[in-house]
């Protein structure tokens, strides 16, 4: 199973609104990604976690939250978000971070704020 | 200010004939280099990868060339075919680590 799963696969929410993007492997990876991709643009990495710890907020505004309960589950919390901050948001893992070139790529949630 | 450059946003290519995307970086420092594959709907998918020590990488039909001295790498893909057509990305890091995308180039193989 080489596969990163993303849900839900598309998102509307209001600005006042709270809600969360779930990313999930069972590939044993121990490393994972959250990435932001705009319109024609490249994917932003926003996040790293290795071994279920925090390693990398690359100045991410608070409204987003990111959480990796387990080695297999990533989720980012969303709240308060503004209009711009529509986009396709990427999950992806790797064997580990100084891995990270071997990353899988999840579809993505395509996220709209209203 | 883009560390990574892909100038062509796109390029269309006769099925069976090669296929020339370009990457420019301008941070020294990169030692590790990708290039992603993105179908839509899809995730990025890897394609091909090469470190600092080589100049050429080969996979099958697809190549990747560095050059160091002037900051720029391509991928060749030949013989090119319509399964080919997808945006690809080019991506760089030191030590392997915290990638940097470039803005993609979108590759049509025509039949």
């Known amino acids: 199973d080489t596969e990163v799963t993303q849900t839900p696969k598309h998102l509307v929410m209001g600005m006042t609104n709270k809600k969360s993007l779930k990313c999930e492997q069972h590939m044993g990876h121990r490393a994972m990604y959250w990435y932001k991709q705009k319109a024609k643009k490249p994917p932003e990495l926003m996040f790293v976690?290795?071994?279920?710890?925090?390693?990398i907020n690359e100045s991410v505004p608070s409204r987003f939250s990111p959480e990796c309960p387990n080695s297999s589950l990533l989720n980012l919390h969303l709240h308060a978000l503004q209009p711009e901050d529509s986009a396709l948001y990427l999950c992806a893992s790797s064997w580990a971070r100084e891995r990270s070139y071997e990353q899988y790529f999840g579809p993505g949630t395509r996220l709209t704020v209203t | 200010d883009q560390q990574v450059k892909q100038n062509s946003p796109s390029l269309s290519v006769q099925e069976g004939r090669i296929s020339i995307l370009n990457c420019d970086y301008t941070?020294?420092?990169?030692?590790?280099f990708l290039w992603y594959k993105k179908y839509p709907a899809e995730g990025p998918t890897f394609l091909i990868s090469i470190s600092s020590i080589k100049d050429k990488n080969e996979d099958g039909r697809f190549t990747v060339f560095l050059n160091k001295s002037a900051k720029h790498l391509s991928l060749h893909i030949v013989p090119s075919q319509p399964g080919d057509s997808a945006v690809y990305f080019c991506?760089?890091?030191?030590?392997?680590?915290?990638?940097?995308f470039g803005p993609g180039t979108r590759l049509s193989v025509l039949p």
């Open positions: 976690y290795s071994y279920e710890k925090l390693s």
């Open positions: 941070n020294s420092m990169f030692d590790y």
């Open positions: 991506a760089a890091s030191r030590y392997g680590q915290n990638f940097v």
